[in-house]
């Protein structure tokens, strides 16, 4: 007997596709200072962070995350740990890889590692931040909130859209995500924990009738 892979349902596939692609910064990557990988639930962002650092795209690395409800199981030594464990099982000279284990929450993230790289004496004049797909377009604005001077460059692991739901291997969770982030971009910027973005009316719909359809448990109360 073999397990269906797992699917976006054939109803909710243009809402979905259209979050996916808003989230999407569509960033030329170029040579940055330092590469920042935010921790989450996902290994691809320590997989995109290797594979840039091979590419010569910076000198330093920085894994940042500790853990949430939704990585505890996945990463339980913390994200950032796990995540510098795969790179140097890649590659990554360890000496070229730094670790901040306390953030909670993407500004902390940012906060964080802007506090680690200041005690190495690392000047970042530009960072590549990398992340979920659909984390994107939120890292961005949060850090040009937290740390504007800086030049950033969104980047995450090139997977299509079914191959980075397969990868995770539960489409829920993924839907659930993508509207959590969604709420998030006006929301943060509200609360002044993001530089304001742009949301098209086309994205405010396919957001409604997601959460109408129950892709709730990542909204915030």
Known sequence: MTTAPATIPTEHREDVERLWNYHNMGHEIRPADV??????HDLGVAKIATELYFK???PWLVFTGANAPTTIETFPRGEAIHYREYAIENGVPADAILVETQARNT??????TRAVLDEQGIQARSVILMSRPYQQRRAYATCKKIWPEVEVTCASLPL????????????RKVIDMLVGDTQRIE???ALGFAIPQHVPDEVRTSFSRLTHAGYVSRLIK
Do not use: C, H, R
């Open 56 to 58: 010569k795209m910076y």
């Open 187 to 189: 929301k943060y910027a």
């Open 107 to 112: 500004s902390q993230n940012i906060e964080f």
């Open 35 to 40: 590469g920042i990988g935010l921790g989450s």
């Open 160 to 171: 299509p859209l079914d191959e980075y739901v397969a990868s995770i291997g539960n489409p």
